[in-house]
């Protein structure tokens, strides 16, 4: 099982750089499905709306791109049907309703198996187009490695495609969409933030060429507050607090506690994200943590939101990049506030993953 995880998580970190990080397509990707975004919010009206659909909705896409080689329509109803799934299935994963074994919580397993319906579909859909010698997508590529490996002893088969496949889409697109939300919430909090980034963004690229051009990576170097805000986004949001559960390889010693192998672990991020010894102001929203004096950006060793080790996010570095080019997109075209008088809640609902509570935005153009 562990050769099987290993070649696994081999092969979906190489499709993730050759479909995504390789590609100056997938940057591009982004940055056109950014221009959805902003179309979809801009149709708001400045009325006041539920941002999470949206966001959801785009980040899911980019996925979709990788694993499916294409992009769905906001109002496409197989792809909203997958995107319910796929919330509900993580609402559901930590369900107060536990006690009550067995109860309503069980509908996990149906949204999950209606989730990979969806994605079994695709499947079918590849098949009929499949083209050995130009693979277009995570599937295709899948495909060709099954046909090459009769034995499956590598995992590759189609039983196990799906389930990747709903491995990419968990981990994928629901942690940085919830990301996405966090952002909004303490910028909107901060306002004197928000204006900070937005200064940031638009001198740089009015700088570089202009004020109709996109966010590209290239402009992360010189955008360091801005950077800054993002990682303490990150590190406040708070995405994945306990990580996933592990067990020891083997007898293990660790601050002075014995661990036999076989023990069940689980990490604790929230405690070295909130290290009062690593953190000037663990408690409050500082973008100073990631500033020296002169102004530029630096890495913490204890920024650890994507956790550490062999089973690190394999997606991290789509993710940064997803983050940075949404962020700078959204605050480039829009100032964002809250209904007069509400209070938005820093405190999270710890599910799968820890959620904001529901919130709504007015996204008014600068």
């Not at 067995?102 to 187009?129: D, M, Q």
């Not at 507050?225 to 020891?248: C, F, K, S, W």
């Not at 394999?314 to 509400?342: V, W």
């Amino acid at each position: 099982l562990i050769t099987v995880w290993r070649r696994q998580r081999r092969f979906a970190m190489a499709m993730l750089r050759t479909f995504g990080l390789a590609r100056s397509s997938m940057e591009r990707g982004i940055c056109e499905e950014c221009r959805h975004l902003q179309e979809a919010m801009e149709k708001e009206n400045g009325e006041p709306f539920d941002p999470v659909s949206l966001l959801n909705n785009a980040v899911a896409n980019i996925i979709c791109q990788i694993v499916f080689g294409k992009r769905f329509d906001y109002s496409d109803q197989n792809f909203q049907r997958m995107l319910k799934s796929l919330t509900e299935m993580l609402y559901d994963a930590f369900p107060a309703l536990m006690k009550r074994l067995p109860g309503p919580h069980n509908g996990i397993f149906c949204h999950c198996k209606s989730l990979e319906a969806s994605i079994r579909r695709e499947i079918e859909r590849h098949k009929l187009n499949l083209d050995p010698s130009n693979p277009q997508d995570y599937i295709d590529t899948f495909l060709i490695e099954e046909k090459q490996n009769t034995r499956g002893d590598h995992g590759f088969e189609e039983g196990n495609l799906a389930l990747c496949c709903l491995d990419l889409f968990l981990a994928g697109s629901e942690t940085t969409s919830k990301t996405l939300q966090w952002g909004l919430i303490y910028l909107i909090k901060n306002p004197h933030i928000q204006r900070e980034c937005s200064h940031e963004t638009k001198a740089e690229i009015d700088r570089v060429i202009g004020q109709t051009r996109p966010p590209t990576m290239a402009d992360r170097p010189n955008l360091p507050y801005t950077d800054a805000v993002i990682h303490e986004i990150q590190r406040m949001g708070n995405i994945v607090p306990l990580n996933g559960l592990r067990a020891a390889a083997k007898d293990t010693t660790l601050g002075g506690y014995f661990i036999p192998k076989g023990t069940s672990v689980m990490a604790n991020l929230t405690s070295v994200l909130f290290d009062k010894t690593e953190w000037e102001t663990p408690d409050t929203f500082n973008p100073a943590h990631f500033l020296n004096a002169e102004g530029k950006f630096v890495r913490k060793e204890a920024f650890l939101p994507f956790s550490a080790g062999k089973r690190a996010c394999l997606g991290e570095g789509l993710a940064r990049m997803e983050l940075f080019l949404f962020f700078i997109s959204l605050f480039q075209k829009f100032c964002f506030s809250t209904l007069h008088g509400a209070e938005l809640s820093t405190e999270g609902i710890i599910g799968a993953t820890r959620t904001p509570f529901p919130f709504k935005v007015y996204a008014n153009t600068r």
